[in-house]
């Protein structure tokens, strides 16, 4: 229950941070933030036995939001070179792929928690954090290695699970 209202919080955090100036103290503070509820809602949710189908799921659907926000506030503010945009829709292409093809094996949405993915998580999460002394040209491209991994390999377990029918 705890770990849910974390998770919810983040969305709201997420949405604030639409109503402030790039960079500005409001957006940084609703930005660390959510942020911070994403690294601490799983972790709480084990330490009391409250995991659920729908906590992975609403955690998810909060990280979607996070991100989409984020991309939103942000993508405006950089020139993001050809490359790195193709990059990451190639990225985005095999997350959707992953998304369908783990709802067509299993019946349900699936949402892979990898350590990559996690690691993941924690690259785009400190991105923005580092765009006003490190140019997106450079710091764009390890985060964008490591997506890449975490997608393939989140499709791969995706692939294992389902053809060996376990989660």
Same mark, same amino acid.
């Given at each position: 229950?705890?770990?849910?209202?974390?998770?919810?919080? %983040?969305?709201?955090?997420?949405?604030?941070?639409?109503?402030? &100036?790039?960079?500005?103290?409001?957006?940084?503070?609703?930005?660390?933030?959510?942020?911070?509820?994403?690294?601490?809602?799983?972790?709480?949710?084990? !330490?009391?036995?409250?995991?659920?189908?729908?906590? %992975?799921?609403?955690?998810?659907?909060?990280?979607?939001?996070?991100?989409?926000?984020?991309?939103?506030? #942000?993508? &405006?503010?950089? !020139?993001?070179?050809?490359?790195?945009?193709?990059?990451?829709?190639?990225?985005? #292409?095999?997350?959707?792929?992953?998304?369908?093809?783990?709802?067509? %094996?299993?019946?349900?949405?699936?949402?892979?928690?990898? #350590?990559?993915?996690?690691?993941?998580?924690?690259? #785009?999460?400190?991105?923005?954090?580092?765009?006003?002394?490190?140019?997106?040209?450079?710091?764009?491209? &390890?985060?964008?290695?490591?997506?890449?991994?975490?997608?393939?390999?989140?499709?791969?377990?995706?692939? %294992?699970?389902?053809?060996?029918?376990?989660?």
């Amino acid at each position: 229950m705890i770990a849910n209202f974390i998770t919810g919080s %983040r969305i709201i955090f997420s949405l604030a941070m639409l109503t402030f &100036p790039v960079f500005s103290a409001g957006f940084y503070f609703c930005y660390m933030l959510a942020g911070f509820t994403d690294m601490i809602d799983g972790t709480i949710a084990r !330490k009391f036995g409250t995991e659920s189908k729908f906590g %992975r799921n609403f955690d998810t659907i909060a990280d979607i939001v996070f991100v989409a926000s984020s991309a939103y506030k #942000l993508f &405006p503010e950089f !020139k993001i070179p050809r490359v790195i945009w193709l990059w990451t829709s190639i990225i985005a #292409l095999i997350k959707i792929i992953n998304i369908i093809s783990g709802f067509v %094996r299993k019946k349900k949405i699936t949402a892979v928690h990898s #350590l990559a993915n996690k690691v993941t998580g924690a690259v #785009l999460f400190l991105l923005p954090l580092t765009l006003t002394f490190i140019d997106i040209r450079y710091s764009s491209i &390890p985060v964008c290695m490591i997506a890449s991994f975490a997608a393939i390999q989140e499709g791969f377990f995706i692939f %294992r699970s389902s053809s060996a029918g376990g989660e």
